[in-house]
């Protein structure tokens, strides 16, 4: 194990690899459950745009689609400012 220094309480390559895996898990599971809730709130958007009082079915399409661009469309504007 070249570059690792087991002396004195420093990590080895095997705890490295354990937490590598436990963080993917972690980010696996966390998306997972991002995405399931994302799918369980669609299909109602367009009930939720009309208590907000928009009435017509075009205007309704188009809040719906709004709503759920936005989050996206700041994440995209966010990392182009990094570029």
Known sequence: MAGINTSRGA?????????WRQNVW???TAQMLAMIAMSAVIPFLPMFIRELGITRDVEERQWSGLVFAAPI???RKRR???L
């Open 73 to 75: 469309g700041k994440d």
């Open 26 to 28: 972690a980010l696996w």
């Open 80 to 82: 182009r400012k990094k």
């Open 11 to 19: 990590v080895t390559r095997i705890e490295t690899l354990e937490s």
